[in-house]
């Protein structure tokens, strides 16, 4: 029996098809390619843009192409894209079962019985535990541990598909780094769809920076990196954590999203950017040498060309590293879709066009910066060629080097040369 599965979109898409594909692999199933013929086919989608919304339905098409060829395929659409459209992809063909982001991890299950009902996100109030005991990439682990989200900023569908926030169990966690740790796993990024919210729904005080402190003391845990973390939820404890615990990577990546007061109030942000720019020059006094990445949304509807200058020049007086540039998206049902002052399309390119450049020079200097200063950097071997190896290290730049190490290997060094896509060691 094969199984081939598609996912789009974020990490945590990616970790939540690694536990769904789990049981199906016990079972005996082999791992296909999606082009491949297969027996089921699972389509993990995504709703962040209208682009993610047409690549999930692109990839539907194809799993129904191949049942229109072989009638006994089963088709499983599941994700963000899923949660919002469900009739939308029921009317596209023969589905077998469109399955809620809260029972995605039964996908297995659900096919066995024939018995399902969709649920509502947003009446969900647990976190949806699905563990998996091997990664898709072997370098490192990428662990879910919240999912959801209570903010609702004007542009964002995101808590329409995920509902809200809902932390997973400590316990839980700790269980699953030192199985994953015993493994020879070293690195562990944690994710969520509003990490910063972690342990806010449960009723003890148990925040992310207790869970980082318990996960860095489990054997063979040598690197912690965040994901995405909201600037306002970098607490007092959360930057403490930060200052005393060196396992935790030195790289953080924080959406922003304009540097402009009157878009950030449109967009229902819960900070201006003197409040940004103060937790930012905080972490910049607990770590100088902390590589920072910003998300930021262009085009957003309102913003003209005086707004978007703003934004380009509160960049230039704030030391990040790089950028996540973003077009805006109108999605359905959201409040921005409706407001007045919708950026053209052309603009909208021009102005992130722009930002990739400061992107680029930003990354530069602080790649510079780093050889210049002679910082130390770890990271896990990806991949290794003929002694020719190359390493995300824990300040977001790009290690290099010809040497005989291992895959999954830590490694510590210091830069000696800056090449095409960061630095070299020799």
Known sequence: MKIAIKTLGC?????????????????????????????????????????????SRNFIRKAIKHKEVNPHVKIVVTGCFAQREPQQIEEMGAIDIIVDNQQKGEIYNL???????????????????????????????????????????SYCAIPYARGHSRSR??????????????????????????????G??????????HLISDISSISGVELIRLSSVEPQLFTEGMKLEIERNRKICSH??????????????????????????????????????????????????????????????????????YLHNFTYSRRNGTPAASMKGQVN?????????????LSL???????????????????VVEKVVDCNWTSLSDHYIRMNGNTEV?????????????ISDGVEVK
């Open 11 to 55: 990490k945590i898409n990616q970790y939540e098809s690694s536990c769904i594909l789990e049981p199906f692999v016990k079972d005996g199933y082999a791992v296909v390619p999606f082009d491949s013929e297969a027996d089921i086919y699972i389509v993990n989608t995504c709703t962040v843009t209208n682009r993610t919304d047409f690549k």
């Open 111 to 153: 096919l066995k019985t024939q018995k399902f009902e969709f649920h509502d996100i947003l009446t969900e109030q647990y976190f949806p535990e699905m563990q998996t005991t091997s990664m898709n990439e072997h370098s490192r682990v990428f662990l879910k541990v919240q999912d959801g989200c209570d903010f609702y900023c």
């Open 169 to 198: 169990q400590p316990e839980k966690v700790l269980e699953q780094v030192e199985l994953l740790a015993k493994q020879g796993y070293h690195e562990f990024v944690l994710g969520g769809i509003n990490m910063g919210l972690y």
């Open 200 to 209: 806010r729904d449960m009723k003890q005080d148990y925040h992310l920076e």
């Open 252 to 321: 953080l990546h924080i959406p922003l999203q304009s540097g402009c007061d009157a878009i950030l109030k449109a967009m229902q942000r819960r900070y201006i950017t003197a409040q940004f720019k103060s937790q930012i020059d905080d972490l910049l006094q607990i770590r100088p040498d902390m590589a920072l990445g910003f998300d930021v949304i262009t085009g957003f509807p309102g913003e003209t060309d005086e707004l978007f200058e703003e934004t380009y020049s509160f960049l230039e007086t704030i030391p990040f590293t």
């Open 345 to 357: 399309g052309k603009i909208a390119n021009e102005r992130i066009n722009r930002m990739e450049a």
């Open 361 to 379: 020079e930003n990354k530069k200097a602080y790649t510079q910066y780093l050889l210049e200063n002679k910082v130390s950097l770890k990271g």
């Open 406 to 418: 291992r895959q999954g290997e830590l490694i510590e060094i210091t830069p000696t040369e800056i």
